[in-house]
């Protein structure tokens, strides 16, 4: 009775204290699982003594093995594939902003781009970003949307850089710091210059 | 031994009735199995629903959810906080009634059950060693059914689950693997239109063309320039690669650009060999003339 109390209520405070801690579901789980999972190999090996006869403790010993054995394996796949789930919807969100992001940008780059091509010679292509592009930065006002999250230009004589950064969406690397200093997010730089437009999905 | 002898004797000592309730309780969970795997919801099913009356309860599907699901929960909150996440609503550490539901559960089905049927197991063998009466024999009883119950639930059902848990996940990797290369294949088309359409407006202001290379055109070299090297692409995690680029000057005003991904298309090795030399990846095609840019999945 006393080890039941007592590993309730461990088992009850580790997960509190480390979901409090991580604000992961699964992290408090797993931690709370452990506790659970030896206690039960614990109760398994009692169980095995109240049995008198060889024949009885074997099987009582194999029965609770294959239990808690298949205990883990479901609950480890169930683990990995809420997780594979979690990041699978992560990606197609990613998928769906860099579309974004590049088809929204894509125009006014290949309108820079070909506005230059079609300059007398000695126009920067800056200049021709700032004719196209009158009141400053671009686009912020006219084609953010609520995934795109600002856009950022530099232009230069010879290069225009434009850079989108999202608001929510993650990025392929976690730790990879944002330009406005923010970590982890989607991060997606066009570029022009008198060679042409390409693009670099930064993160 | 006879039925009413036996009948007498559970009457004697309720005790005996423990291996009954337990006998049909497993019983109840082979006719589950079979229901999952076998008949989902035939009037077979329903006939043995009815055919097991001491265990109502057993059909009861939210406690007996409850009583495996700890981690199953906690999965569905995390697929939860993943929709969330997928519209930037997701705010974490807070606390909700699915998580007291998770831990409750897991203290239940895998403390509080199994020291239940410990103690009425160790219980009944001491009453019988001992022949005291007490604890009664309804209380060793109800203790060791209960028990016997959570635990039947917490730990069988696992069990049973797995080899289909396990079927259903592979199945969904592979298909995912499926739409993220066909997924990869329309992305690839897109990233090769950005860069053919690039090389379509370099000579625009000149009026079209050439790009051989001659007086006036456009070298190879200065084409290749727009070309980038993308470390990254559209890609998921799993397929995601790098794609080389393969220009071809068909004619004075037609190009041809090639991507190819280093990762398997739709056709395997032997059946389609790329441009680049390798087999089986996506493959994608661009036509470039002066006037537009056509785009093709090749692989």
């Given at each position: 009775m006393r080890w039941t109390i007592f590993c309730t209520l461990l088992l009850i405070t580790a997960f509190i204290v480390i979901y409090r801690t991580t604000t992961d579901i699964w992290i408090a789980t797993n931690g709370a699982g452990i506790i659970a999972v030896i206690f039960l190999i614990g109760v398994a090996f009692r169980v095995t003594r109240i049995f008198d006869r060889r024949w009885q403790k074997i099987t009582t010993a194999l029965l609770s093995v294959l239990l808690i054995g298949g205990l883990l394996s479901?609950?480890?796949?169930?683990?990995?594939?809420?997780?594979?789930?979690?990041?699978?919807?992560q990606v197609i969100r990613r998928v769906i902003y860099n579309g974004e992001v590049i088809s929204t940008l894509r125009t006014p780059a290949?309108?820079?781009?070909r506005e230059f091509r079609g300059s007398p010679p000695g126009t920067t292509i800056g200049e021709v970003f700032r004719r196209l592009n009158p009141g400053g930065v671009p686009l912020v006002d006219s084609v953010v949307t609520e995934d795109t999250g600002p856009?950022?230009?530099?232009?230069?004589?010879?290069?225009?850089?434009?850079?989108?950064?999202?608001?929510?969406?993650?990025?392929?690397?976690?730790?990879?710091?944002?330009?406005?200093?923010?970590?982890?997010?989607?991060?997606?730089?066009?570029?022009?210059?008198?060679?042409?437009?390409?693009?670099?999905?930064?993160? | 031994m006879t039925f009413r002898t036996r009948l007498r004797e559970i009457w004697g000592n309720p005790l005996h009735a423990v291996w009954i309730i337990l006998a049909m309780l497993e019983i109840g969970v082979l006719v589950v199995c079979y229901d999952r795997f076998v008949l989902?919801?035939?009037?077979?099913?329903?006939?043995f629903r009815w055919a097991i009356p001491p265990l109502p309860v057993f059909f009861m599907q939210d406690i007996h959810r409850i009583l495996w699901g700890s981690y199953i929960d906690a999965g569905g909150i995390r697929v939860g906080e993943a929709i969330s996440?997928?519209?930037?609503?997701?705010?974490?550490?807070?606390?909700?009634?699915?998580?007291?539901?998770v831990v409750i559960t897991m203290a239940l089905s895998y403390i509080v059950g199994p020291s239940l049927f410990l103690w009425g197991l160790k219980a009944r063998k001491?009453?019988?060693?001992?022949?005291t009466a007490k604890p009664s024999a309804v209380f060793i009883l109800l203790a060791t059914a209960i028990g016997g119950y959570i635990v039947v639930f917490a730990l069988m059902i696992p069990v049973l689950s797995c080899a289909g848990s396990w079927n259903t996940w592979q199945r969904m990797k592979t298909d995912s693997y499926v739409n993220a290369v066909r997924d990869g294949a329309v992305a690839s088309v897109s990233v090769l239109g950005f860069q053919a359409e690039q090389l379509r407006l370099m000579p625009e202001a000149k009026g079209g063309g050439p790009w051989s290379g001659g007086p006036g055109g456009i070298s190879i070299a200065e084409l290749d320039r727009v070309l980038p090297s993308l470390e990254r692409g559209l890609w998921a995690p799993g397929v995601?690669?790098?794609?080389?680029?393969?220009?071809?000057?068909?004619?004075?005003?037609?190009?041809?650009?090639?991507?190819?991904?280093?990762?398997?298309?739709?056709?395997?090795?032997?059946?389609?060999?790329?441009?680049?030399?390798?087999?089986?990846?996506?493959q994608v095609r661009a036509g470039v003339t002066p006037a537009r840019v056509t785009e093709a999945v090749e692989n």
């Open positions: 479901h609950w480890i796949i169930m683990w990995k594939m809420t997780e594979w789930q979690y990041t699978q919807l290949d309108d820079t781009f856009i950022f230009a530099s232009v230069s004589d010879s290069t225009v850089e434009m850079m989108a950064e999202a608001r929510y969406v993650t990025g392929f690397d976690p730790v990879f710091v944002n330009h406005d200093g923010r970590h982890g997010l989607a991060q997606i730089q066009i570029r022009v210059t008198p060679e042409g437009a390409s693009y670099d999905i930064q993160n | 989902h919801n035939t009037s077979l099913w329903r006939l996440a997928f519209s930037g609503k997701l705010v974490r550490g807070i606390w909700k009634p699915e998580h007291t539901l001491a009453r019988i060693q001992t022949k995601k690669g790098s794609m080389k680029y393969i220009l071809e000057v068909s004619s004075s005003d037609s190009l041809t650009l090639w991507g190819i991904a280093d990762v398997q298309g739709t056709l395997s090795g032997s059946s389609f060999r790329n441009k680049d030399g390798t087999a089986g990846n996506v």
